[in-house]
């Protein structure tokens, strides 16, 4: 996903307009605007019905659906943790918890500083190294509660030294 960026109705039109043709369509449009918006925007829903002849009811019947699709902008960093049997054998359910307390936030929400976005996934294809969690397009295997910390601290850094 790219970062997200500022969208205008026409910018939405031309995503839906390239994508509307194809058989499921709806999918595809989702997200697209998803990875150029970096969420699917309310105004947006009725655009897409709009033009795919469907109602804002079903299309919201979609996006809710599927976990996948945001309908707030994300935070700068997203921190996925794998809640497949793999990880939870090995002790994710404290890890989840412990980040939900320490970021304040449960999952499909974001800090309120923008700074950091928590979903949950169901397989990372890490099992050997579990738990796993994934910030942004890095894995991290065998995180514990400390690791966690230390991995939250190393972001953090980045972002103050970044500016």
């Known amino acids: 996903m790219s970062s997200a960026t500022e969208w205008t109705a026409t910018s939405i039109q031309s995503i839906?307009?390239?994508l509307k043709h194809k058989p499921g369509a709806m999918l595809p449009i989702l997200h697209a605007i998803q990875d150029e918006v970096g969420y699917i925007p309310e105004q947006a829903?009725?655009?897409i019905?709009?033009?795919l002849l469907q109602t804002r009811a079903e299309v919201h019947g979609v996006i809710s659906f599927y976990h996948h699709f945001r309908t707030t902008p994300p935070g700068r960093h997203t921190?996925?943790?794998?809640?497949?049997?793999a990880c939870q054998a090995m002790g994710c359910r404290s890890l989840e918890q412990h980040a939900k307390t320490t970021l304040g936030i449960d999952y499909h929400q974001t800090?309120?500083?923008?700074r950091f976005s928590m979903e949950a996934v169901y397989c990372l294809g890490n099992c050997a190294t579990a738990p796993s969690i994934r910030i942004?397009?890095?894995?991290h295997g065998r995180v514990s509660v400390d690791k966690f910390d230390a991995l939250l601290a190393d972001y953090q850094k980045q972002m103050q030294e970044a500016g």
Request: with cysteine; charged share 45%; aromatic share 0%.
């Open 49 to 51: 019905a709009d033009s």
């Open 111 to 114: 800090t309120a500083d923008r």
């Open 45 to 47: 829903v009725s655009q």
């Open 16 to 18: 839906i307009d390239r």
């Open 136 to 139: 942004d397009d890095d894995i």
């Open 79 to 85: 921190i996925e943790i794998c809640r497949a049997e």
